[in-house]
Antibody
Framework: QLQLQESGSGLVRPSQTLSLTCVVSGGFINNDDYSWSWIRQPPGKGLEWIGYVYHSGSTYYNPSLKSRVTISVDRPKNQFSLKMSSVTAADTAVYYC????????????WGQGTLVTVSS | SYALTQAPSVSVSPGQTARFTCSGDKLGDKYFCWYQQKPGQSPILVIYQNTMRPSGIPERFSGSSSGDTATLTISGTQAMDEADYYCQAWDRSSYVVFGGGTKLTVL
């Protein structure tokens, strides 16, 4: 059974960089059929796609976040990561990692999510 | 930028049919999917590739589309179906977009 688990700092100071890692178990990230996504959800609000990465390292980002976001993959460790720079309170959210694939990049497996709070 | 529009809320009685719509420019020409999210939980994929149901999702969940609108239908709604429902679309000319979500209340 594929599982994804997010980890990283739960509290980030304004203007600093948010860093999260998603460890994939029960399957291999080195799979041409899937990409690996980051999605966030501010408290009480809807879902927002951040971006995704293929095991080759190719990335695609939400244009509204592109200037601040980097998603990378570590194949030997079977994990992928998110870095978001210059964070503000508006970046406070639950951050999910997910496996995405198929014709519509639908996310069929999700991590449990991790709350990141931006506050001084 | 591409946008998907969902109604904020839907209310039905147990056993009735719940319908959720998702509107976007030429949405019928794109691939879309639907997620269910209960409070404090991660989203669950309930429809993918417009009409396909993942294993383990009850047959009462179905997807369809016409023109600019995608529809998720729950036939014979149960109390356990009370949740938020999100549509998501993607095609190669745009990035991945979520709708704003619809809250289902089972009265």
């Amino acid at each position: 059974q594929l599982q994804l688990q997010e980890s990283g700092s739960g509290l980030v100071r304004p203007s600093q960089t948010l860093s999260l890692t998603c460890v994939v178990s029960g399957g291999f990230i080195n799979n041409d059929d899937y990409s690996w996504s980051w999605i966030r959800q501010p408290p009480g609000k809807g879902l927002e796609w951040i971006g995704y990465v293929y095991h080759s390292g190719s990335t695609y980002y939400n244009p509204s976040l592109k200037s601040r976001v980097t998603i990378s993959v570590d194949r030997p460790k079977n994990q992928f990561s998110l870095k978001m720079s210059s964070v503000t309170a508006a970046d406070t959210a639950v951050y999910y990692c997910a496996r995405s694939g198929g014709f519509g990049l639908d996310c069929d497996h999700w991590g449990q999510g991790t709350l990141v709070t931006v506050s001084s | 930028s591409y946008a998907l529009t969902q109604a904020p809320s839907v209310s039905v009685s147990p056993g009735q049919t719940a319908r959720f719509t998702c509107s976007g420019d030429k949405l019928g020409d794109k691939y879309f999917c639907w997620y269910q999210q209960k409070p404090g939980q991660s989203p669950i994929l309930v429809i993918y590739q417009n009409t396909m149901r993942p294993s383990g999702i009850p047959e009462r969940f179905s997807g369809s589309s016409s023109g600019d609108t995608a529809t998720l239908t729950i036939s014979g709604t149960q109390a356990m179906d009370e949740a938020d429902y999100y549509c998501q679309a993607w095609d190669r000319s745009s990035y991945v977009v979520f709708g704003g979500g619809t809250k289902l209340t089972v009265l």
